[in-house]
C-alpha cells in the first residue's frame, strides 16, 4: 500500500525526468502500480484512513511521485456533493496524451497543491480549460475523452509530472496573481 514516505519530494531528480511510455499489453506490475496508486488517492480522501495513515489529500497522482518514471497518472475527483459518492473522473491512465485543448485558459483560484511540494506556493497556476486527451486504460483499451475545468486541470498536473514539470514553473515569479485576458479562474 503507498503512504507518504513513498513518494518523493522536490529535490529528486526523478521529478525532473521525462518518463517512459508503457508497453502494451500492460504488465501486470503496471497494472498493480496504477490500482496502487488509485488506492492511495481514495484512502488519501477519506477522513478516517487519511488520519490513520497520515496521508495528504490528493486527486491526482503520477508515478515518477513514487520514483518510478513510467507514464503513468491515477485520477480520483470527488463529487462536490457529499450526498452523491460518484466521482467525476476516477481513472488511472497509460501514456495521456493531449490531443488538442481549448483556446480558452483556466486557473484554480485558490492555486495548486502538490503532493511532493511540502510548502504553499501561492500563485495563479494558468493551465488549458479544456482538453480532449488519449490514454490506455488498464484493460488495456484506448480511451478518449474530453475533460473540462477542475478534471482538465488536474489532468494537467499529473501529465506535467510526466514531462519533468512541476506546478509552480508555471506561476509568474513577476507577479504570481498576473492574469491575462479570458483566463477563467475556477472556485
Ligand atoms: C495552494 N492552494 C491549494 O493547494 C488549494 C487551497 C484550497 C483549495 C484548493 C482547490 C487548492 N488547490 C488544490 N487543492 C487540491 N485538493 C484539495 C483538497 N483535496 C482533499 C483533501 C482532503 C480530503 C479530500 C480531498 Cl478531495 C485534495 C485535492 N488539489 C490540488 N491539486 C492541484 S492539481 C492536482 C491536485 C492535487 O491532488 N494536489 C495534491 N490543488
Ligand atoms: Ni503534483
Same mark, same amino acid.
Given at each position: 500500500?503507498?503512504?507518504?514516505?513513498?513518494?518523493?519530494?522536490?529535490?529528486?531528480?526523478?521529478?525532473?525526468?521525462?518518463?517512459?511510455?508503457?508497453?502494451?499489453?500492460?504488465?501486470?506490475?503496471?497494472?498493480?502500480?496504477?490500482? %496502487?496508486?488509485?488506492?492511495?488517492?481514495?484512502?488519501?480522501?477519506?477522513?478516517?484512513?487519511?488520519?490513520?495513515?497520515?496521508?495528504?489529500?490528493?486527486?491526482?497522482?503520477?508515478?515518477?511521485?513514487?520514483?518510478?518514471?513510467?507514464?503513468?497518472?491515477?485520477?480520483?475527483?470527488?463529487?462536490?456533493?457529499?450526498?452523491?459518492?460518484?466521482?467525476?473522473?476516477?481513472?488511472?491512465?497509460?501514456?495521456?496524451?493531449?490531443?488538442?485543448?481549448?483556446?480558452?485558459?483556466?486557473?484554480?483560484?485558490?492555486?495548486?497543491?502538490?503532493?511532493?511540494?511540502?510548502?504553499?506556493?501561492?500563485?495563479?497556476?494558468?493551465?488549458?480549460?479544456?482538453?480532449?486527451?488519449?490514454?490506455?486504460?488498464? %484493460?488495456?483499451?484506448?480511451?478518449?475523452?474530453?475533460?473540462?475545468?477542475?478534471?482538465?486541470?488536474?489532468?494537467?498536473?499529473?501529465? %506535467?509530472?510526466?514531462?519533468?514539470?512541476?506546478?509552480?514553473?508555471?506561476?509568474?515569479?513577476?507577479?504570481?496573481?498576473?492574469?491575462?485576458?479570458?483566463?477563467?479562474?475556477?472556485?
Amino acid at each position: 500500500m503507498i503512504t507518504m514516505e513513498d513518494i518523493i519530494r522536490e529535490g529528486n531528480p526523478t521529478l525532473r525526468e521525462v518518463a517512459h511510455e508503457v508497453t502494451v499489453p500492460l504488465s501486470d506490475e503496471d497494472i498493480k502500480l496504477g490500482q %496502487d496508486m488509485m488506492e492511495f488517492l481514495k484512502n488519501s480522501q477519506d477522513p478516517v484512513k487519511a488520519e490513520e495513515l497520515g496521508l495528504r489529500g490528493g486527486v491526482g497522482l503520477a508515478a515518477p511521485q513514487l520514483d518510478i518514471s513510467k507514464r503513468i497518472i491515477a485520477v480520483h475527483v470527488p463529487n462536490g456533493d457529499l450526498e452523491n459518492p460518484e466521482p467525476t473522473l476516477s481513472a488511472v491512465m497509460y501514456n495521456p496524451k493531449i490531443l488538442s485543448h481549448s483556446v480558452q485558459d483556466a486557473c484554480l483560484g485558490e492555486g495548486e497543491g502538490c503532493l511532493s511540494v511540502d510548502r504553499e506556493v501561492p500563485g495563479y497556476v494558468v493551465r488549458h480549460n479544456k482538453i480532449t486527451l488519449s490514454y490506455i486504460d488498464t %484493460d488495456g483499451v484506448k480511451q478518449k475523452i474530453r475533460l473540462k475545468n477542475y478534471e482538465a486541470i488536474v489532468v494537467q498536473h499529473e501529465i %506535467d509530472h510526466l514531462n519533468g514539470v512541476m506546478f509552480y514553473d508555471h506561476i509568474n515569479p513577476e507577479n504570481p496573481y498576473a492574469l491575462k485576458d479570458g483566463v477563467l479562474v475556477i472556485e
